[in-house]
Every structure is written in C-alpha cells, then in structure tokens.
C-alpha cells in the first residue's frame, strides 16, 4: 500500500518540516529497520525508499535531513544487503544522482559492492551497477573549473578500455595485459577461470559483456564536465576483436570458442554502437574505419561455410 501511495505522493510545502514531524522520514526510519529485520522484504523496501528519496528532494528542509541522517544508513543498508540487487542498486544509483556529494564519502565501500557483480550474468543487474559507478565518478567536488572531474573522467575512461584490451588479449591468448601490456585497468575482482574449455570462455564473456556495460552505460550518461573520449584507441579495441582469429587456437578451443566469438563481437558492436551515438555527426571523420569494422562483421557471418559462426548478430 505505501508503495502505491508513494507513486501518487509529494512532500508538503511547509516550511517548517523537522525529522519528527515529516511522515515521510518516519516511513523511511522504519523500513530500514525491516531491512535489518527481515530479508524477505529488502526488495519492496528499497523500492519504496528510492521513491521517498525522490518525494524528500523536493523540500529542502526534507533534503537536509535526508543527506545529515540518513544517506549512510541507507548506503550501509544497501551494501550489506545479499538479495534484490536490482532494487537495492537502482536504490543506490537514486542515492547518488540526489545526494552525490554526500554519497561520495562511501565511495570504496560503494565501488566494492558495484563490481562485486561484474561476473553476474545478468543484464539488467550490469546495466544498474554499471550506472551505479559511472555516477560515483562524480560523487566528488569538481574543484577550480571542474578540474577533479576532469581527472575523474580521464582516469575512469582510461581503466575502462584499458579492461576491455587486457581482456581482449586474455581471450586471444596475446601476452601481456591491453595495448603493449601497460594500460591501466578497473580494479575487479580476480577471475578464477575454470579449467574446463567452455566455463572458461563463457566466465570470460560474461566479464566481457559486464565491462562493455559500463562503458556504454558511462557515455550514455551525463557528467559533470565535457567527456573527452578516446575514439581512435575504441575503434582500435573493437578492429582487435573482430580480428580475433579461431584458427591459431587448439581443434577443442575453435569449437567452443566458435559458439561464443559471435556474443563477443555483438558485445564489441554495442560498444561501437554507444560511441557513434555519443559522437553524433562527428563520427563522420571516422566513418570509414566503421564502414570497415562492419564489412568485416558482415563477412564473417556469410554463408561462406569457413566463415559462418553459429549465432544471429
């Protein structure tokens, strides 16, 4: 019922709300107290107090509360929290766009628990907890001109492709980690690849899938200040894993590895897809290093028999 109710709800506009006379702190209090309680009711209870996150925000008085009081127990909530990580990130994820600056002082605690499901298979899961990290980059003060941002950006877009090319290499059996084994990397949790050929190449995939999400997920969104983007190091990354070749590896490894390369491409292609839509008209300088990325992918999914793979792109 109060989760209906709050979908129909705002806050009074009297200026003269306190934590003991707002309804809405009340309700807030005691569903984080069920979250400590009962884990049969985390998921409604998150849910309902992402919407009281949004109904607060509009009264200052509210808001204040809210960012002195309770955006820690909220957060302590959230990541001590093993079930509905869904609501509880889309929680999180409300959490920082409204009270980023206040967010921001958990933010090791926050980034341990956003890339404790970089493994999850789980779209919807990767998509929120992918956002979840993008908006912790900007959960500190901008300083002079933005210049923190700036750098958070920098570093943030930086690790992210460095990741996705030291996983590219991991999968093509290439020594090293990313461009000339020096990129610098997100810091994820170590991979425990299996022995077995196919949980090995799917644990890689799923990996692969997740850091694509949060790179798409990171130039989708918003930020603080202008995002300078690496093109030509991207449309680099996604040549190298459309030229990923089957043939130089063992008989056993081209058969699993053929059922699985064309996911990989298709995460390469959402990629390439996130850029062309950030870029807009200024993909055109590039246009035809993709035309060729396409034609490639084009080629290797003909009825050619030594070219076909087994998936629909």
């Not at 409604?44 to 009281?52: D, T």
């Not at 309770?70 to 929290?81: F, L, M, N, P, T």
Request: hydrophobic fraction near 40%.
């Amino acid at each position: 019922t109060l989760n209906l109710f709050c979908d129909h709800h705002s806050v009074t506009a009297t200026s003269l709300l306190t934590e003991k006379t707002c309804t809405e702190v009340t309700w807030l209090d005691q569903l984080l107290r069920i979250i400590e309680q009962d884990a049969e009711f985390h998921s409604e209870c998150f849910e309902i107090i992402a919407k009281l996150l949004k109904i607060t925000s509009i009264n200052p008085d509210t808001n204040k509360i809210i960012q002195s009081k309770y955006v820690q127990k909220i957060i302590d909530a959230i990541v001590g929290s093993s079930v509905s990580p869904l609501e509880s990130l889309n929680c999180l994820a409300i959490c920082f766009e409204l009270h980023g600056g206040t967010s921001g002082v958990y933010k090791n605690k926050v980034y341990d628990y956003c890339v404790s499901f970089i493994d999850v298979p789980d779209e919807g899961i990767a998509a929120k907890s992918a956002l979840c990290i993008h908006l912790l980059q900007q959960s500190r003060g901008g300083s002079v001109a933005g210049g923190v941002y700036k750098k958070c950006w920098a570093d943030f877009h930086n690790k992210t492709i460095g990741s996705l090319e030291a996983l590219l290499d991991q999968i093509a059996k290439k020594p090293g980690g990313g461009k000339n084994g020096k990129s610098e990397q997100l810091q994820l949790p170590e991979l425990e690849l299996s022995p077995e050929l196919l949980n090995r190449y799917t644990q890689l995939l799923i990996r692969l899938q997740n850091i694509v999400t949060i790179f798409c997920e990171s130039l989708k969104h918003p930020f603080a200040t202008t995002k300078t983007i690496q093109v030509f190091r991207i449309i680099s990354l996604v040549e190298d894993g459309v030229a990923i070749d089957v043939g130089k590896k063992s008989i056993s490894e081209n058969a699993v590895f053929s059922l699985l390369n064309g996911q990989i491409k298709v995460s390469l292609l959402n990629a390439l897809h996130s850029l062309i839509l950030c870029l807009g008209q200024n993909i055109i300088m590039h246009s035809k290093s993709v035309c060729d990325i396409l034609l490639s992918f084009l080629k290797q999914t003909s009825s050619n028999v030594n070219l076909k793979y087994d998936t629909n792109l």
